[in-house]
């Protein structure tokens, strides 16, 4: 008898809350946030978490520059290419493989945010793979600007498990290359 009451009250508080609303607004439920086949809320499939596999280089001496800096979420934190007895020269790579296949459309590159400009990256190649050996032709080549802000690319949407940068060159011409972070742009 009590759960047919409760149910009578929540009907009635509906139908009073509905009985408010002006002759020109409607409640529909919103797209993005209702499955259309089962009314329930939807739930957004989760961004795949990034893992740095390879680095052509890394200082680990004379900071803490390890490649795994670029995707750990941290912007105090960068992968630098190693310059303490020894500054191997560009191009510099980091491969990247995503917990999850997916569809990407883009990439996101944020310089180093401290003081320093030492290893930001001036021309790029980007590249996706299944497997992680086999990247093939770059899906988008370009030059980044020289400023501190984060940088999204886009391309037409391709699937996949693993991403590749290449930094051709650095912003002042040395022959380092440094991230803060490097992040994925998932297709609709």
């Known amino acids: 008898m009590k759960a047919i009451a409760l149910v009578g009250l929540i009907l009635f508080t509906a139908v009073f809350a509905y009985a408010d609303l002006p002759a020109s607004q409607t409640v529909e439920p919103s797209a993005t946030n209702v499955s259309p086949t089962t009314n329930a809320p939807a739930v957004e499939p989760a961004k795949p978490t990034l893992k740095v596999v390879k680095a052509d280089s890394e200082e680990t001496s004379g900071e803490n520059g390890k490649a795994a800096n670029a995707v750990d979420g941290n912007t105090?934190?960068?992968?630098?290419?190693?310059?303490?007895?020894?500054?191997?020269?560009?191009?510099?790579?980091?491969?990247?493989?995503?917990?999850?296949?997916?569809?990407?459309?883009?990439?996101t590159y944020l310089p180093r945010q401290d003081e320093?400009?030492?290893?930001?990256?001036?021309?790029?190649?980007?590249?996706?793979?299944?497997?992680?050996?086999?990247?093939?032709?770059?899906?988008?080549?370009?030059?980044?600007?020289?400023d501190k802000e984060k940088k999204t690319v886009t391309f037409?949407?391709?699937?996949?498990?693993?991403?590749?940068?290449?930094?051709l060159s650095e912003i002042n011409g040395e022959p380092w290359t440094s991230a803060a972070e490097i992040g994925i742009v998932l297709a609709d």
């Open 76 to 107: 105090n934190t960068i992968w630098h290419t190693q310059w303490q007895d020894e500054s191997p020269i560009c191009p510099h790579e980091i491969i990247i493989e995503l917990s999850d296949a997916a569809g990407i459309n883009g990439f």
């Open 116 to 146: 320093g400009d030492h290893g930001g990256i001036k021309a790029y190649e980007f590249y996706v793979s299944d497997d992680g050996k086999e990247f093939g032709k770059p899906v988008k080549k370009g030059e980044f600007t020289t």
């Open 156 to 167: 037409d949407g391709k699937k996949c498990r693993f991403i590749k940068l290449r930094a």
